[in-house]
């Protein structure tokens, strides 16, 4: 038997199902309305649908319908009632033996809903059946209204009802908005290419699909929704345009004018953790990870102690980002920066909170991270371990920055440089630094270029050894031969890109660290063998 009978005060919720009727009547409805619907708009129509189909079959079952009771007995041609998933009307067709020696003498009767479900069957003359309870399944005396369905189950009616959409070979979605593939109009290479030189007109972009719309001449008898669709879809399908809109604005742009730090994911930001599981670190050192949010981490969404998204975030720099004038996308980073719906990369405006200077940044989202600060970095001689706040603008495409400045003054900070066979050292010298930082991971680089060469030679040592060598290096530094877990994290990070994890895994595991405290470290050279 299928279509199991479901509680009526469960058809709203998990036991929802998206029907091919609604998928058949959500069809037709695109094709009547001409206009391209998002799925929370979709799943609303369903909503109301059901609704009104609710309350017909409830003025049929007034008129003298049978509920339907899994005890009972039927005849064929018996109209019967039914509350699972939702309130419908059949008729039943059929009766005949059940064949399941486990439950005894029972019927089945098959029921016929019409062209919208077909037929189904179900068990009859079924005393014990947790179904013949009537309040169980019964539910309201009064329907719920649409609208206090949509608030209470919109979400996970859109949910299910994407998912179905999704699967769907006969129907598109562009910028969050779905419509039947065949009847988009058609756009030739020839609209495109006119596109194409529309946007190098325009330095690559980004402009919206209604400024070239203006250009490309689809014709006028077309509803002008359903232009600005088809041409969104077919601008989509050529490799010579990129869409990077935040969420819900679709803007476009010339992906060979794209900087090719957005196109490429640099190198020195590639995850070069080694393999293999993090052990579970202790309280002191899982704080540290959290407090780094290195974008490679596991981190939580929201913010841990508010459950709110933070309206800005203080960012510590590492060299990595610093070198390619980029910011971490961290999962709690993320939230204020504009994302979408499916683009890969999102073009936004910078904004200096000081200056007042504006200038474009580029979410990558696959490559965790954010582009665009490489100037902003030089003009303020940014260093490692700097800090820099970034909040949510004023709309959805700008970001704000602010750097913490202070007054300049010549600080002692760790200085990094290579060493003549290509290795990297570390010394304290003065620097002029102009914000505030982390003395924790704080370090100067005079010459980038050679810590370039360093990092590229560093890539074939084992992570143990690349590990040991950094942080012997930096025991060097003061009397006491003593490293902190942060400061070891962003010096590492100088010559391989790694989320903090494997680095105190490191701590943890390999005899020749000693813990002193707090997190604190020294080298035992007693146990370190080459």
């Excluded at 490692?384 to 002692?412: C, F, Y």
Aim: glycine letters at 6%; proline letters at 8%; charged letters at 25%.
């Amino acid at each position: 038997m299928n279509d199991r009978p479901t509680p009526k005060g469960d058809s709203w919720g998990a036991a929802f199902t998206i029907e091919d009727a609604d998928l058949d009547y959500l069809y037709n409805l695109l094709l009547e309305e001409e206009t391209p619907l998002t799925t929370a708009e979709m799943a609303q129509c369903i909503i109301r649908r059901r609704h009104q189909r609710e309350l017909e079959a409830r003025k049929r079952r007034e008129q003298g319908a049978t509920p339907y009771l899994p005890r009972e007995t039927y005849t064929v041609g018996q109209k019967v009632a039914f509350n699972f998933p939702h309130p419908t009307l059949g008729t039943v067709v059929a009766v005949r033996p059940g064949r399941n020696p486990d439950y005894g003498d029972f019927d089945v009767i098959k029921v016929d809903f019409g062209d919208e479900r077909g037929q189904r069957e179900y068990a009859a003359r079924f005393p014990n059946h947790v179904l013949n309870s009537q309040d169980l399944y019964h539910g309201e005396a009064e329907l719920l209204s649409p609208e206090a369905i949509i608030e209470k189950y919109g979400a996970l009616v859109a949910a299910k009802l994407e998912a179905r959409l999704k699967a769907s070979p006969e129907i598109v979605r562009l910028a969050g908005r779905w419509f039947p593939r065949a009847l988009l109009a058609t756009v030739n290479i020839g609209h495109l290419n006119l596109a194409e030189a529309v946007l190098d007109m325009a330095g690559g972009g980004p402009l919206p699909t209604e400024a070239l719309l203006k250009e490309v001449d689809l014709p006028a008898n077309i509803n002008p929704r359903l232009q600005a669709f088809s041409l969104h879809y077919a601008l989509q399908e050529d490799p010579r345009f990129d869409e990077v809109g935040p969420a819900g604005e679709v803007l476009w742009y010339l992906r060979r004018l794209e900087p090719l730090e957005v196109i490429y994911p640099p190198r020195r930001l590639e995850n070069a953790a080694p393999e293999g599981d993090v052990p579970e670190l202790p309280m002191h050192l899982a704080g540290l990870v959290a407090e780094i949010d290195d974008e490679w981490s596991p981190a939580p969404a929201v913010d841990a102690s508010t459950g709110e998204q933070p309206h800005e975030m203080t960012i510590t720099l590492t060299f990595p980002h610093r070198r390619v004038g980029t910011l971490p996308l961290s999962p709690r980073l993320a939230s204020l920066f504009p994302t979408a719906y499916e683009a890969p990369r999102v073009l936004f405006t910078w904004v200096d909170v000081d200056t007042g200077e504006r200038f474009p940044g580029w979410v990558v989202r696959q490559g965790r991270y954010v582009f665009g600060l490489d100037e902003w970095f030089r003009k303020l001689d940014f260093p490692v371990g700097g800090q820099l706040t970034v909040g949510a603008g004023a709309s959805r495409g700008e970001v704000v920055i602010r750097a913490s400045k202070r007054r300049p003054s010549r600080e002692w900070v760790r200085m990094a440089a290579a060493t003549p066979d290509g290795r990297l050292t570390f010394t304290m010298q003065k620097y002029n630094i102009g914000v505030h930082y982390d003395d924790l991971m704080v370090i100067a680089i005079q010459n980038p270029v050679a810590i370039d060469e360093v990092w590229l030679k560093s890539q074939n040592l084992p992570f143990p050894r690349l590990v040991a060598d950094v942080f012997r290096e930096l025991a060097k530094l003061n009397p006491q031969s003593a490293v902190h877990a942060k400061t070891l994290y962003a010096a590492v990070n100088v010559v391989r890109r790694c989320p903090p994890g494997p680095i105190f895994a490191q701590l943890l595991t390999q005899p020749y660290y000693v813990h002193v405290g707090d997190a604190y470290w020294r080298f035992d050279q007693s146990q370190w063998t080459e």
